[in-house]
């Protein structure tokens, strides 16, 4: 489980095929201290929940599987492309964001960006199946950071990113048509199940 405060900003070092057909092997550069952690953690990829399969000073290896790469923009990437990093949460870890699972729902893209005082404005939008969960002033995570929906139009929700995000998140480079990993707040799932649930 995860915050959605993105803690680093990762380095695609490599792109192989998998153990299996279809999945596919990343190495990514860090600057986390990997001493402790270990085979088998977990870290969020731009909002999607990987295991490290194995590990270096200033590196780590994950796997993604053939569905991942489909449910997911992790099949875009190659090397020297910047990623959004998060390490697990522990217990007695400050819960700064918002409940991130590192499941992404499904894949949006950034509609435009518009410099607005101090920060800029986004416009994501979002598949179908997914728009009905976004909500003004709800949270969604998109590439793995935590943000909180200004308004939302149809498909598409805008946000506003502070100079310090831009800064410390991969959404600083973001472009318009840029595809981007969505997790809609489980909270919000959990509301529309119960609201399905009474209509029947």
């Keep these: ?9 990762g380095e695609i070092v490599s792109v192989t095929p998998g153990g ?16 402790p952690i270990a085979i088998g953690a977990s870290i969020a990829c731009s909002g999607c929940c990987l295991t490290v399969v194995e590990k ?3 590196r780590f290896t994950v796997e993604a ?13 190659k ?4 990623i959004n990093l998060e390490l697990s949460l522990k217990l007695g870890d400050e ?10 729902d499904g894949i949006g893209r ?3 960006t518009t410099p607005e005082g101090g920060s800029v404005r986004f416009v994501f939008e979002a598949p179908p199946a997914l728009a009905r969960f976004v909500a003004a002033k709800g949270s969604v995570a998109v590439d793995g950071v935590s943000l909180t929906v200004n308004e939302v139009d149809g498909n598409r929700f805008g946000v506003n990113i502070i100079s310090h995000t831009q800064a410390v998140t991969t959404l600083g480079q973001a472009k318009a048509g840029q595809r981007v990993n969505l997790e809609v707040d489980m909270l919000a799932r959990y509301v529309a199940r119960l609201l399905e649930h009474e209509k029947t």
């Design 79 to 82: 090397a020297g492309a910047r």
């Design 20 to 35: 299996s057909a279809g999945d596919r092997r990343f190495v990514v550069r860090t600057r986390h201290d990997m001493k």
């Design 65 to 77: 599987s053939g569905e991942t790469l489909d449910k997911t923009h992790l099949g875009d990437w």
């Design 95 to 104: 819960l700064g964001g918002h409940l991130v699972y590192g499941h992404v």
């Design 1 to 9: 489980m995860f915050t959605g405060i993105v803690t680093d900003i």
């Design 110 to 112: 950034v509609i435009s």
């Design 56 to 58: 270096g000073a200033d």
